[in-house]
């Protein structure tokens, strides 16, 4: 009777482990990626209205997204791969950093003549 116990009781805990193994190794298969947020404020009455041109630009110069952003709005981009990329907004700025696991989102807000980069 003892035995019926422990192989009902080894069955469970083999497919629990392998649960957690494929789990993990899934996780890991992944293509690792962030977002980039882009927020347009505060811009002189002289533009107001206006849209922004903005591309992400990945590390060998590859234009990963490019797209137009108008005043007082936010655009996020998601599933922008991990590593150091560029984002160019118009003539206002240019920004670059890194997207990673710990830092996953780049947030660039652009207003009057400047732009301001954060996480």
Known sequence: MHRKYFTAGAALLLAVGALAVGALTGCASGVATGSVVVEVRDMPPHVQGDSYD?????????????????????????????????????????????????????????????????D
């Open 54 to 118: 903005v591309e992400i630009i990945g590390l060998d110069g590859t234009v990963l997204s490019s797209f137009a952003v108008n005043d007082d709005s936010t655009r996020v981009i998601d599933d922008d791969p991990f590593g150091w990329i560029a984002v160019e907004a118009s003539a206002t700025c240019r920004v670059e950093a890194e997207l990673s696991p710990e830092s996953p989102t780049m947030r660039i807000t652009m207003e009057s003549t400047h732009c301001t980069l954060s």
